[in-house]
Structures are given as C-alpha cells and as structure tokens.
C-alpha cells in the first residue's frame, strides 16, 4: 500500500504563494499511480483540490483554485507538487495528498489506499 509523506506547509500572507511536496515514503513508488491533493478546513468537510494523472496524464482542479494552483510530479524523485499562488484565506486547510482516480470528479471518494498525515497551511493577514 503506498505512503506519502506531506511538506511544504505554512503561514502566509494572501496573495502569496507556497509549494506543497508529496513524496512518497521510502521503499514505494507511485509512478504509476495518479496522485492528487485533498483539503479539509476546520468544520469543513474535505474537498479535492486536484490531481494529475500518472505517466504524464493531464491534470483536474477544483474550480475555485483554477488558475493558482498547478499540480506537477517528477516521478524520478517520486515527489508530487501542489504549487499555490495567490492564496487566499478560503484556502486555509490541512492539505493532504493520495492514489486515487483522477477526472474532472476528483475529490475524497476517488482515493484508494491510505492518506499522507497532511500539511497545515494558514493564510492570514
């Protein structure tokens, strides 16, 4: 079953920027799995973020962060990136990466297999 290890989370500013990593945990490899970014807000249900296909598939974002989010993986270093700009407070969540089946409906029902510990990110004034 993979693993992923979540990082790259923080405090910023809005309209600032910042590049979650995915990797996956030593002794896995998910170059042939879609991988894609889950977040859960306080009092939110979780909501898929986005996700990019394996072996260089095309990639699927949630509406509300087209445009500012980008979603690219090297899968020699079998890392996956959750790139942000123009962050908002609305995007203030734990982020957190999976295997799943990734289309236009990516969101938590299209993950299989287990969830990375997540990565706080705060945008806040």
């Known amino acids: 079953q993979l693993r992923f290890v979540e990082s790259g989370g923080g405090t910023v500013q809005p309209g600032g920027s910042l590049r979650l990593s995915c990797a996956a945990a030593?002794?896995?490899?998910?170059?042939?799995?879609?991988i894609g970014w889950v977040r859960q807000a306080p009092g939110k249900e979780p909501e898929g973020v986005g996700c990019?296909?394996?072996?260089?598939?095309?990639?699927h974002y949630l509406e509300a962060v087209k445009g500012r989010f980008t979603i690219s993986r090297d899968d020699a270093k079998n890392t996956v990136y959750l790139q942000m700009n123009n962050l908002t407070p609305d995007d203030t969540a734990v982020y957190r990466c999976?295997?799943?089946?990734?289309?236009?409906?990516?969101?938590?029902?299209?993950?299989?297999?287990?969830w990375g510990q997540g990565t706080q990110v705060t945008v806040a004034s």
């Open positions: 999976a295997a799943g089946f990734c289309n236009d409906n990516w969101g938590p029902p299209s993950v299989f297999g287990s």
């Open positions: 030593p002794g896995y490899s998910f170059e042939y799995y879609a």
């Open positions: 990019r296909g394996s072996r260089g598939g095309s990639a």
